[in-house]
Nanobody, 128 residues
Framework: QVQLVESGGGLVQAGGSLRLSCAAS????????GGWFRQAPGKEREFVAA????????YYSDSVKGRFSISRDNAKTTVYLQMNSLKPEDTAVYYC?????????????????????WGQGTQVTVSS
């Protein structure tokens, strides 16, 4: 089992920055793919970013590419999401996720149903 705990959310003005952290405990976190999703009120949970176990491969949704950056520190069993140039439409609850599956070809990592573990979420609110 893996437990994930997000932190770093809050209220920020448009154009500002936040860094989310996802601290993991439990089984070997270093072997898991890590991801971030978000869900705004009345909308489905959407993919934001993912990072391979070794940090070599990083994937982003088109809506955040160039503004957000995902990283990880396996020694600290933590995945980060640096969010810059925030927009009001980035307002959502952000969830950290992890998957123990080794085959993530075909962009399967963009589907929230593919992940095995989830955090409780952290609210990000961007004011205009």
């Amino acid at each position: 089992q893996v437990q994930l705990v997000e932190s770093g959310g809050g209220l920020v003005q448009a154009g500002g920055s936040l860094r989310l952290s996802c601290a993991a405990s439990g089984r070997a976190f270093g072997s898991l793919l890590g991801g971030w999703f978000r869900q705004a009120p009345g909308k489905e949970r959407e993919f934001v970013a993912a990072i391979s176990w070794n940090g070599v491969f990083r994937y982003y949704s088109d809506s955040v590419k160039g503004r957000f950056s995902i990283s990880r520190d396996n020694a600290k069993t933590t995945v980060y999401l640096q969010m810059n140039s925030l927009k009001p439409e980035d307002t959502a609850v952000y969830y950290c996720a992890a998957s123990q599956k080794v085959d993530y070809s075909g962009d399967i990592y963009r589907k929230h149903t593919w992940y095995d573990y989830w955090g409780q979420g952290t609210q990000v609110t961007v004011s205009s």
